[in-house]
């Protein structure tokens, strides 16, 4: 199957390209979304310093990991 060109003579990406994209933009949006939620939910039930930083950072890094995993499914699908 040929490689199909852009409009300015550039490859398109293939699909794990398009996958690997697609995680990175769901982990960015989760964890944008996980520093929101985090910060909040952890200041509600009584966190303060180091216990805040913790445990906002690992509601950061799961929230980022659950979003990317979608999102690269769903790029995934559209291959």
Known sequence: ??????????AQPNCFD???MGFMMG????IAAGALFGTFSCLR???RGRELMGGVGKTMMQSG???GTFMAIGMGIRC
């Open 1 to 10: 199957m040929p490689v199909a060109v852009g409009p300015h003579g550039q």
């Open 45 to 47: 039930i009584g966190m």
């Open 27 to 30: 982990f960015a949006v989760g």
């Open 65 to 67: 990991g659950t979003f």
């Open 18 to 20: 398009r996958v690997k």
